[in-house]
């Protein structure tokens, strides 16, 4: 149901942020479809894990992941790996 809804929310072309609180348990790799996407919050959520298609995000701008289940070498990966995001 989720990577549906990721599908279809790619199709929306002006789609700049999405705030994702409590609930989430995880991010199906069509986050890497969102390629307008310039602002995701994903706070106190339970990911645990991360798939590599959100590193291709290249208009990110901010990522929050306060408060959520991805461990800190996680957090630190992602942040190397998009240079150009607030992590």
């Known amino acids: ?11 929306i072309k002006t789609l700049r942020k999405i705030n994702a609180h409590q609930g ?14 310039e602002e995701l919050q994903l706070t106190t959520t339970n990911i645990k894990s991360y798939p590599k298609e959100l590193l291709g995000l290249t208009q990110l701008k901010k990522l929050d992941l306060r408060g959520c289940g991805l461990s800190s070498a996680d957090k630190q990966f992602i942040k190397k790996s998009l240079k150009e995001t607030d992590v």
Do not use: D, Q, V, W
């Open 24 to 37: 989430l348990n995880y991010l199906p790799p069509e986050i890497g479809l969102l390629t307008s996407l």
């Open 1 to 11: 149901l989720l990577s549906k809804l990721f599908s279809y929310l790619s199709n």
